[in-house]
């Protein structure tokens, strides 16, 4: 069986393994106070040009998640997010069981837009029961979304413009985002993330590292006493060394940017076969995750020697279906799956 079905079926890039052997028998201190974890911290904040921020290493994408949204949030206060959005449906309540509701808002293409955010904040200050509802206290976005899409300037720009008007924080889950800032439509980097959001992370789970997310805080206000927060809500490893020399390894000379690459690329031209054997896809995505709808038939056929995630049935006779790359995606298992499809 080859697997297609998300991007951290492997274990993690080789230098990485390498980098964590030649360090193993060194003793540092613990709890991400090491000279790693503040090397690692430094390239990120000189990738970020944001030297004035603050970068922790939490050792998984729903701990930073539901912890950065704790850390920020008073307790009557809720986070607006897309409908899709992974902390909506994907996190079996983490960001509940802090005590922070979960706003969801109709997504388009997995997005939402700046007016969206206003009318939310606009129509709980208007209504005359708003000390009774939950208080919108911040915005959660993730690049790419749940379903590939990606933000570019223009509407990111907007989002936190209309966050900045209506006293909300933006907070951006970048589990994918080296797939992102590789897609080729493309035109966000990290200095302008950090220059358009209050928080957001930089994902090693599902781009190359064996576990690990780095959340830069850019907003001071949310830089105050959040390693209690860490702590506090689980994310914090008493051997935080091993989360340094990961990031390290990955921000040294770029390998960060090549994995996002090769898994785009490889997606593009599983994307590109689809296309070309007729058929159809629900979202437009130019990262690793495609979503096509496949005859019940095809996919039963495909299924024999590939995984995919099966995402919805689209009606009687087709299903939808997520085909994801990753950082470790073979070219010889995409040349098979490309001539698997083309004889369908």
Known sequence: MIFFNCDYNEGAHERILQRLMETNMEQTVGYGEDAYCQKAAELILQECQAPEADVHFLVGGTQANLTVIAAALRPYEGVLTADTGHINCHET??????????????????????????????????????????????????????????????????????????????????????????????????????????????????????????????????????????????????????????FLAMFEDGLYYRLGEHADEQAMRIKHALIEAGCNFSFSSSTNQQFPVLSDAKLKKLSEIYAFSYWERVDEHYSMVRICTSWATKTEDVDALIRDIQNL
């Open 93 to 246: 309540g983490a960001v509940e069981a802090t005590g922070h509701k979960v706003l969801a808002l109709p997504g388009r293409n997995g997005k939402i837009r700046a007016e969206q955010v206003r009318e939310a904040v606009r129509s709980h200050r208007e209504d005359p029961s708003f000390e009774h509802i939950v208080k919108p206290g911040m915005v959660y976005i993730s690049n790419p979304t749940e379903i590939g899409t990606i933000y570019h300037k223009g509407s990111l720009g907007k989002l936190y413009e209309a966050c900045k008007e209506c006293g909300l924080y933006l907070y951006i889950d970048g589990a994918r985002l080296g797939y992102g800032l590789a897609a080729r439509d493309n035109d966000l980097d990290l200095p302008f993330i950090a220059r358009h959001c209050d928080v957001f992370t930089i994902g090693g789970t599902k781009m190359g590292t064996l576990f690990g997310e780095a959340v830069v805080i850019t907003n001071p206000e949310l830089q105050k006493d959040f390693r209690y927060m860490i702590k506090r809500q689980g994310g914090m490893l008493a051997k935080g060394r091993l989360l340094g020399i990961q």
